[in-house]
């Protein structure tokens, strides 16, 4: 294993595992990610454990469920001070820590960071953002700039990088694009006129009351052009993809500004760079956006790792890999111990290449905040999945990923599935009892 490594954390809101170019996307143009892609290990098969903000970020930050702490839902949720988040336990350990950002997680800026300049809140004005400072849990008065959000985050990260250090150290840069409401960088308002978007397969399903689909698969309120909610609400297929793309790409400039100066300071290859995205979306899939549901757009994220010391490029990794996986991902490769209590699993076995014949075959999901949709938790495995909307009346969902990969036909009540069915509701049960 190498020396103690740096490391930089590029969090999309909301990106596609599909909106990059290294995933095959011929519309969107991401030379950076594309690139990080190439020189590192891609999973094909990474998910969130709860496709909402701030449970995600949560987890992110600690290798726990989101039951296990406390941050259920959108509703200013904090992680608890008895729960170490992992620049936590990387300063403890030697390392400084900067966030910048879009971070979502309640009085996080409160937290010990070297440097902290970012937003604890759902989201910021996008060009006239009011945002924290902190630094060593000193934080400021919030303070008005003006400039596009991510722009002005990952410039502050770029003045923070390049000051000197003698510690190695961790930045996490997570961004505000491409959440809604989807205001472009100006430099992007005309990016991507003129160009054809296909629409999904299930696109026009809600006009025939989802077919196949449960009642509770209905009480999402994220439909396309229905203005239900306000500003944030797209009015069109085409509106909602080319701002979504738009934001992608803007990501995609900030984060080749962050590798741009990691190459000049000769840090690059010392560095484990990561790009993921806190929960997936829905881009007119069932006449939806957004995320919340169990479903493959909403769950599937991307995930990358470069870092030449110890991956060989252009690896792909097929294995399923969780947000809850990253905090120890990054203890191991800092030589940290990872605290039994996580409930993630180091991915280093997989960036090394070695035998993994335990890895995980299935696991849980869970949703709780009932004002985007209906609760639900489920379990995955790599062939199937079963979904369970437990609130009121009962209702459930069953695919068969490897013939149905756009689940398309519910199999729950079909009686040859029926042992199968009742094997997977066991499985969840387990799952639920191992995560505590």
């Known amino acids: 294993m190498p020396g103690r490594p740096n490391f930089v954390f590029f969090l999309g809101e909301g990106a596609r595992s599909d909106e990059f170019g290294f995933a095959g996307n011929r519309l969107i143009q991401t030379p950076n990610f594309d690139r990080m892609a190439r020189e590192g290990m891609v999973f094909r098969n990474a998910f969130v454990t709860n496709a909402l903000c701030?449970?995600?970020r949560a987890s992110i930050?600690?290798?726990l469920y989101s039951h296990a702490t406390g941050a259920i839902d959108n509703r200013e949720r904090a992680i608890p001070d008895d729960i170490p988040t992992v620049t936590d336990l990387l300063r403890q350990a030697g390392y400084e820590a900067g966030l910048f950002g879009k971070v979502h997680v309640h009085d996080l800026s409160k937290?010990?960071?070297?440097?902290?300049?970012?937003?604890?809140?759902?989201?910021a004005n996008y060009y006239h953002p009011v945002m924290t400072e902190s630094r060593n849990g000193r934080a400021g008065r919030p303070k008005q700039y003006e400039g596009y959000f991510d722009d002005l985050a990952a410039g502050r990260a770029l003045e923070w990088?390049?000051?000197k250090r003698e510690k190695p150290f961790c930045l996490f840069l997570w961004f505000m694009a491409p959440h809604a409401p989807f205001y472009r960088a100006r430099r992007h308002l005309d990016l991507y006129n003129g160009v054809r978007i296909p629409k999904p397969e299930t696109f026009d399903d809600d006009l025939k009351d989802y077919p196949g689909k449960p009642r509770a698969f209905l009480k999402g309120v994220n439909k396309i052009g229905t203005g239900v909610n306000g500003s944030d609400d797209p009015r069109s297929l085409e509106e909602l993809v080319k701002d979504h793309y738009a934001g992608v790409v803007a990501t995609d400039e900030n984060a080749g500004?962050?590798?741009?100066?990691?190459?000049?300071?000769?840090?690059?290859?010392?560095?484990?760079i990561i790009n993921s995205s806190d929960h997936g979306f829905f881009l007119g899939e069932w006449g939806l956006y957004n995320k919340m549901l169990m479903h493959e757009p909403s769950i599937r994220v991307p995930l990358t790792v470069r870092y030449p010391r110890l991956i060989h490029s252009g690896a792909v990794c097929?294995?399923?890999?969780?947000?809850?996986?990253?905090?120890p991902t990054i203890l191991e490769l800092a030589g940290i111990n990872v605290p039994e209590r996580m409930h993630g699993r180091s991915l280093v076995p997989l960036?090394?290449?070695?035998?993994?014949s335990d890895w995980r075959k299935d696991w849980l999901y869970e949703y709780h905040d009932?004002?985007?949709?209906?609760?639900?938790?489920?379990?995955?495995?790599?062939?199937?999945?079963?979904?369970?909307?437990?609130?009121?009346?009962?209702?459930?969902?069953?695919?068969?990923?490897q013939t149905d990969p756009g689940e398309l036909n519910n199999l729950y009540g079909d009686p040859r599935y029926a042992r199968l069915v009742e094997q997977l509701k066991d499985r969840m049960s387990r799952l639920q009892a191992e995560t505590a």
């Open 351 to 356: 960036l090394k290449g070695q035998e993994t």
């Open 318 to 327: 097929g294995k399923m890999a969780l947000n809850v996986d990253i905090a």
């Open 370 to 401: 009932e004002r985007f949709a209906a609760k639900n938790r489920g379990v995955r495995t790599e062939r199937y999945k079963l979904i369970h909307y437990w609130e009121a009346t009962e209702e459930f969902e069953l695919y068969d990923l």
């Open 54 to 56: 701030t449970p995600s």
């Open 61 to 63: 930050l600690t290798g």
């Open 161 to 163: 990088l390049n000051q």
């Open 111 to 123: 937290r010990n960071w070297d440097c902290y300049f970012g937003v604890d809140a759902a989201a």
């Open 257 to 272: 500004r962050i590798l741009g100066a990691l190459e000049t300071m000769g840090a690059l290859d010392d560095t484990v």
